[in-house]
């Protein structure tokens, strides 16, 4: 069975542009969460999407956002980049839509802006 | 508000020692506990999982971790480290209903001393 997919692995951009990340989950997961890592702040929690619906959100700006296709395939998007949104962006699915479900994680989009 | 707590930044170890890699959560309900692993340049991988029953959880790759309520800890061992379990570790809690997110620790680096 394929892992979690994330395309593309890394990626430059420059301040004030936008990006796209996406990401494919495990065949037959319906929930597909989003974290950003950073050496300060280590991984903080993005969005959650179960069945195309966006059912939590961490604290982030409306600079971040995303969403989640009918094969549960998802995408992230960041707007007016930052020299701040420089990080790994991992992508994690899981089966079920329950807090006690494991996320499998794909290996990250690495984004750095320049 | 739920948190989770990795008191040890980093972790040096001598190859074929045992290892205790110490984390913190606090939880109002009755918590969902995973510790992940992370290789350079990699996603996360999940090592085992607590929910409910024993206390006492089996993982992958010869780890366990023991969930203690009355200290609110959920403590990852390994009675005998191998040069290849040098990464970071990152304890984590599952929270949340109709909408999930997983909370991390900011993780345990170990480096393993040959």
């Known amino acids: 069975k394929a892992g979690v997919t994330q395309t593309p692995r890394y990626l430059i951009k420059t301040r004030g542009q936008q990006v796209t990340l996406s990401c494919s989950p495990i065949s037959g997961h319906r929930s597909v969460s989003w974290y950003q890592q950073t050496p300060g702040q280590g991984l903080q929690f993005l969005f959650e999407y179960f069945s195309e619906t966006q059912r939590n959100k961490g604290n982030f700006p409306g600079r971040f956002s995303g969403r989640q296709f009918s094969n549960s395939r998802s995408e992230m998007n960041v707007s007016t980049l930052e020299l701040g949104d420089s990080a790994l962006y991992l992508c994690a699915s899981s089966y079920g839509q329950g807090a006690d479900q494991p996320q499998h994680f794909g290996d990250g989009t690495r984004l750095s802006i320049l | 508000a739920q948190s989770v707590t990795q008191p040890d930044i980093h972790i040096t170890v001598s190859e074929g020692a045992s290892l205790e890699l110490r984390c913190n959560y606090s939880?109002?309900?009755?918590?969902?506990l995973f510790w992940y692993v992370q290789s350079p340049g990699q996603g996360l991988q999940l090592l085992l999982k607590?929910?409910?029953?024993?206390?006492l959880v089996q993982g992958i790759k010869g780890f366990e971790a023991e969930f203690k309520r009355s200290q609110s800890s959920f403590n990852l061992r390994k009675p005998s480290v191998h040069w290849s379990d040098a990464a970071e570790y990152f304890c984590?809690?599952?929270?949340?209903?109709?909408?999930?997110?997983?909370?991390f620790g900011a993780g345990t680096r170990l480096f393993v001393k040959a």
């Open positions: 939880y109002g309900a009755t918590p969902y």
């Open positions: 607590y929910f409910s029953g024993d206390t």
């Open positions: 984590a809690v599952g929270a949340g209903t109709g909408g999930f997110k997983t909370i």
